[in-house]
């Protein structure tokens, strides 16, 4: 696996992780995105809010990770559904931390925290609603 900056030439394929992600996690398959939608949707709402853009491709060199940083704050971080549990979300964390020591930030669901907090983030905010929370990360 190779971890790399982001390139256009992978927008197709980091778009259709995306859209999985937002049906996985958070449950938005009522608001499925039409297919022609997801890769304009996905460059206006990810990557133009990004500051850098990383990603982790398999031997084929097919994108199977995407951690999106906003300054010091992790505004998106996805794994495949058939690359998870072989490290790729740990390496992504560690190079956040590497690209920000002084520390970060990350705003996300409830059920995805506890990934987080095994990487020494701690929970500093829930939603009112219960189902987001602010973690932070300081060496």
Not at 46 to 66: F, K, R
Not at 95 to 116: C, D, I, M, N, W
């Given at each position: 696996?190779?971890?790399?900056?982001?390139?256009?030439?992978?927008?197709?394929?980091?778009?259709?992780?995306?859209?999985?992600?937002?049906?996985e996690v958070l449950g938005q398959d009522?608001?499925?995105?039409?297919?022609?939608?997801?890769?304009?949707?996905?460059?206006?709402?990810?990557?133009?809010?990004?500051?850098?853009?990383?990603?982790?491709?398999?031997?084929?060199?097919?994108?199977?990770?995407?951690?999106?940083?906003?300054?010091?704050?992790?505004?998106?971080?996805?794994?495949?559904?058939?690359?998870?549990?072989?490290?790729?979300?740990?390496?992504?964390?560690?190079?956040?931390?590497?690209?920000?020591?002084?520390?970060?930030?990350?705003?996300?669901?409830?059920?995805?925290?506890?990934?987080?907090?095994?990487?020494?983030?701690?929970?500093?905010?829930?939603?009112?609603?219960?189902?987001?929370?602010?973690?932070?990360?300081?060496?």
């Amino acid at each position: 696996m190779c971890l790399r900056r982001f390139s256009n030439l992978e927008l197709g394929r980091a778009a259709m992780m995306w859209d999985a992600e937002q049906i996985e996690v958070l449950g938005q398959d009522n608001v499925r995105y039409r297919d022609e939608d997801v890769v304009p949707l996905f460059r206006d709402i990810v990557i133009g809010a990004a500051d850098s853009l990383w990603v982790i491709a398999d031997c084929s060199n097919t994108v199977i990770a995407l951690l999106v940083l906003k300054r010091h704050h992790i505004a998106h971080l996805y794994v495949d559904r058939s690359s998870r549990r072989r490290g790729c979300g740990r390496r992504l964390i560690e190079h956040a931390k590497g690209q920000f020591p002084e520390g970060l930030s990350v705003h996300t669901v409830l059920r995805v925290a506890p990934f987080y907090v095994r990487h020494g983030f701690v929970q500093v905010a829930v939603s009112e609603c219960g189902t987001e929370v602010d973690l932070e990360w300081r060496p």
